[in-house]
């Protein structure tokens, strides 16, 4: 067990991670979750001139002017693709109307009375800096999320009819975003695929999904963006990708995030209407959303410390602090997290013959700044006004809510693609050969198969993805009827270039034991720092090396590369289950540290110091034979 538990390096000697001359891929790296000036909650705290054109220009590598600060930021390294995801809701109608002033034609005298006063409210908000208090207008009580969703479809947002909009500012704005992005699309060197976000948030439970297609400037202005708007079920919205789809040619995936505060909706048992989830319901959800968002700034959604007891690293950038007017105690549900939902899965697929949560995995920023910025040391906030240090502390929404040093400098999309083009980037994530990481670049490889084996893997001339029966992240493998053998897995990473080195790498499984019920469990299965076992057969911390003083760390620990051959010592030939890896850096300062130091505190009040950044693929599933 020790030699196949810790075996390193003897793989990475013969494959690089970043030239796959055996698979034809390239690892990508980008952002599919960012917003500009034409989002209205942007908008309203202060970011009223960084638009799409600025967040090309920075993702790409050039320098940018900062919306609040108004300091020249640049990207430490440029990204490979970006989509701009702005909220489909209210699309730049907000920026127009304060910038502009609303548009009266066709209005009787009371009405352009009503659209003027709330014009001069807009304006009189963003001047000073008092956003929330107008986004929170929009935003729902915390009743019943079914009933809520049933009472916005009968009666529209609640408090959005104040507020003066345009069809034709949205059309107008639509285009702009739609022509912007075929402008800066540049296939094999940067790719912008044009998107959106889809922002229902029922009672309070956030059920966001970014869509994103691969089609064209023009074929994107044959439709307009589906938002809460047309409907607050995701049921709707995939109908609507369905149609637009067979109608235009265009291909979509819509991407759930931030189910860590969805309050147990996300990945639900029963649908958002109540009821039971069927076949047809996981098909449509299967070919729509083959990939979720586990990591942003507005925390980590793999799992909570709550839900996986036996998990030292469950304790991650938590964020318990629901979206809504009225200030309620958070509580993690199953629903919300990533490896509860895949476990879900597991029984779902069982019951139905289809897994409706056989996902992948990706992450995002989220950022409302029009900056993608993911990096502890060069993080420009998640809105406008919370991107100094003097602010970082300032509570939003409530006076116990989410803060800036609260936010998560998280995170990035990482892809496996033929190539750097729209259509292959998307076609990567429909196949869900993608994973995510909290903001460094780790590269990952993730394999899995039947004639895996160390002899195979070790040849000169192998081919990983040559070997009969062998999978990526994302794949599944299936049982063979009359067969009791146990897959393999290969597992290989590097540290980021720029970043610091690794502590070590895990397999997370997921299955369905003899009594039908889900387990889990974690294995440490390479490490840094040679023998850290301890009596109990445990990997004992890998230490730190962060200099609380000058928020500064060494790479005098962990190791730039490891590597894996694991089979599961505990596997069942009839159990359904998946795994997963999950890569740790050695810790290293938070952002926070970091503008505790600019501002001479010890520390940044009841927020960490250091940071174990990650990275987490996607699953390979494995599913008995005849099930």
Request: aromatic share 10%; glycine share 8%.
């Amino acid at each position: 067990m020790r030699q196949l538990v810790n075996f390193v390096f003897c793989v990475l000697a013969i494959f690089s991670i970043n030239n796959h001359a055996d698979d034809k891929r390239v690892l990508l790296w980008g952002d599919t979750h960012l917003h500009t000036s034409y989002s209205s909650d942007a908008f309203v705290n202060s970011n009223t001139t960084a638009d799409p054109e600025t967040a090309y220009r920075y993702a790409s590598g050039l320098p940018a002017v900062h919306p609040y600060h108004r300091a020249r930021v640049r990207i430490e390294t440029p990204l490979d693709f970006l989509v701009v995801s702005d909220h489909a809701e209210l699309l730049g109608v907000i920026r127009k109307t304060t910038l502009e002033g609303p548009d009266t034609t066709g209005l009787d005298f009371f009405s352009i009375v009503k659209a003027k006063i709330a014009a001069w409210i807009l304006q009189y908000t963003v001047e000073n800096n008092d956003g929330m208090d107008l986004f929170s207008r929009i935003l729902p009580e915390p009743i019943d999320p079914r009933i809520d969703a049933a009472r916005t479809l009968e009666e529209g947002i609640e408090g959005v009819s104040w507020i003066p909009q345009s069809i034709g500012v949205q059309i107008d704005t639509w285009r702009n975003l739609t022509d912007l992005a075929e402008e800066y699309n540049r296939p094999g060197e940067f790719s912008t695929l044009i998107g959106w976000e889809w922002s229902a948030i029922p009672g309070g439970a956030n059920l966001h999904r970014v869509v994103i297609s691969d089609a064209s400037n023009k074929t994107a202005q044959k439709f307009q963006p589906f938002g809460l708007t047309d409907s607050p079920y995701p049921e709707d919205l995939w109908a609507w990708l369905d149609e637009t789809s067979r109608d235009t040619g265009a291909d979509f995936v819509a991407i759930p995030h931030n189910s860590n505060i969805s309050k147990g909706y996300m990945f639900d048992l029963r649908t958002l209407r109540g009821s039971a989830i069927d076949q047809d319901y996981a098909i449509r959800r299967m070919k729509w959303e083959p990939i979720v968002e586990i990591t942003q700034i507005k925390g980590d959604s793999e799992t909570h410390p709550t839900l996986a007891i036996d998990d030292s690293f469950a304790d991650f950038e938590e964020y318990p602090y629901y979206i809504q007017r009225s200030e309620t105690g958070y509580k993690a549900e199953q629903g919300d997290y990533i490896r509860s939902a895949l476990k879900r899965g597991l029984g779902l697929g069982v019951a139905l013959g289809i897994n409706p949560y056989q996902f992948g995995v990706i992450g995002s920023t989220d950022s409302h700044t029009a900056l993608s910025s993911a990096e502890e040391d060069n993080f420009h906030g998640k809105l406008a006004t919370d991107s100094i240090p003097e602010r970082k502390n300032l509570r939003r929404m409530t006076s116990s809510g989410s803060s800036g040093w609260a936010m998560s400098a998280s995170g990035l999309a990482a892809v496996w693609a033929e190539e750097n083009t729209r259509k292959s980037i998307l076609s990567a994530m429909k196949r869900r050969e993608v994973y995510a990481t909290s903001g460094p670049r780790i590269g990952v490889e993730f394999y899995g198969g039947w004639e895996l084996d160390r002899v195979k893997i070790n040849k000169a001339d192998a081919s990983i993805r040559d070997i009969d029966g062998v999978v990526p992240m994302g794949g599944q493998l299936i049982g063979v009827e009359g067969e009791n053998k146990s897959p393999g897995f290969v597992i290989r990473a590097t540290s980021d270039p720029k970043g610091a080195y690794l502590d070590r790498i895990q397999i997370i499984k997921g299955w369905i034991d003899t009594e039908g019920s889900a387990q889990e469990k974690i294995f440490d299965v390479a490490w840094s720092g040679g023998d850290r076992l301890n009596s109990n057969g445990g990997l004992m911390p890998i230490g730190n090396t962060v200099n609380i003083k000058t928020a500064s760390y060494t790479n005098t620990i962990g190791s730039s590369t490891l590597s894996a051959y694991w089979e599961d010592p505990e596997f069942d030939v009839n159990q359904p289950a998946f795994y997963y890896a999950r890569i740790l850096q050695i810790p290293t300062p938070r952002h926070s540290l970091y503008d505790a130091v600019a501002l001479g505190m010890e520390h940044a009040d009841g927020f960490p110091d250091t940071i174990q950044e990650r990275a987490y693929t996607s699953s390979i599933w494995y599913r008995p034979a005849g099930l």
